[in-house]
């Protein structure tokens, strides 16, 4: 499959701060890799990157649950997709020169998950706002409180 490579910019940003500063976060970090460096410490930045998506698609789904988006199913798909490309890199990086691993991860983070975000992510903010006016319009009913709150620490943790 074949990507355009891009950065992180505005355009790729949902709206959700939480979200948005993760996404960002793992462009930072994608962005380390390549010239110069040690086998050693590039693994561990590759493992640390991993890490990072793991956490960040978690918290993701966790959101998309509370605010009951009907792409759920299909969206979970695409990260166990982007969660198995990770894990294979971190297992074959070992026997793989500096520029293979830089180029590999450019693909995966500014190609795939660049898209990913513009087409996929984007595609829960309209089940994010519904969920974000519902609980602010209903702060006084006790039934939606659990639901309200917990939507509500995802969206502002930032
Ligand atoms: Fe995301
Ligand atoms: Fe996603």
Redesign the pocket.
């Known amino acids: 499959m074949n990507f355009e490579l891009a950065e992180w910019s505005s355009k790729i940003e ?1 709206g959700v701060p939480a ?1 948005d500063a ?2 960002r976060q793992l462009f930072d970090l994608a962005a380390t890799f390549g010239g110069d460096g040690d086998q050693i410490r590039v693994l561990k930045t590759l493992a640390i990157l991993t890490e990072y998506v793991k956490v ?2 978690h918290e ?1 789904e966790q959101l998309m649950i509370a605010c009951h988006y009907p792409g759920l199913e299909a969206h979970r798909k695409l990260h166990r997709e982007f969660r198995r490309m990770l894990f294979d890199l971190l297992e074959n990086a070992k026997r793989m020169t500096l520029d293979e691993i830089a180029e590999e991860v450019k693909f995966l983070i500014n190609g795939w ?1 660049y898209n ?2 513009l087409i ?2 984007f595609d829960y903010v309209p089940s994010v706002q519904a969920a974000a006016s519902a609980a602010s319009m209903s702060e006084n009913a006790p039934a939606d409180l659990d639901e309200g709150a917990e939507l509500a620490a995802i969206a502002s943790r930032a």
């Open positions: 949902v979200i993760q996404h960040h698609l993701e998950f990913h975000i996929a992510d």
